[in-house]
């Protein structure tokens, strides 16, 4: 069974940066497009990045693009997000997620994605 688990996250002001990583087991992971979501408390869950299986190919929320970086590690098992230029509007707990269809960039909705990782928090001081 796929699992993820996330790390990285952290509080750190206005303008300073955080990485993000997310490992995954199992040998799946390289078929797979993947993608970072965030929730901030009494919000839906929200589309920040999305990376294709070999990572050429990138998404990223009109609301981060700029300032995150999603990258990937298929040797590894490794998703990794790259925060910078924090706001505190950025603050949420971020979770990495595989989509349900393989070899896609999938939708940029949860309901795209059937595997979450627990999430870790992110949160950035005014």
């Known amino acids: 069974q796929v699992h993820l688990v996330e790390s990285g996250g952290g509080v750190v002001q206005t303008g300073g940066s955080l990485r993000l990583s997310c490992a995954a087991s199992?040998?799946?992971?390289?078929?797979?497009?993947m993608g970072w979501f965030r929730q901030a408390p009494g919000k839906e869950r929200e589309f920040v990045a999305a990376i294709s299986v070999r990572g050429g190919t990138t998404k990223y929320a009109d609301s981060v693009k700029g300032r995150f970086i999603i990258s990937r590690d298929n040797d590894k098992n490794t998703l990794d997000l790259q925060l910078n230029s924090l706001k505190p509007n950025d603050s949420a707990v971020y979770y990495c997620?595989?989509?349900?269809?393989?070899?896609?960039?999938?939708?940029?909705?949860?309901?795209?994605?059937?595997?979450w990782g627990h999430g870790t928090q992110v949160t950035v001081s005014s």
């Open positions: 997620a595989a989509p349900h269809q393989a070899y896609i960039i999938p939708e940029p909705v949860p309901s795209a994605y059937g595997c």
């Open positions: 199992g040998r799946v992971f390289s078929s797979y497009g």
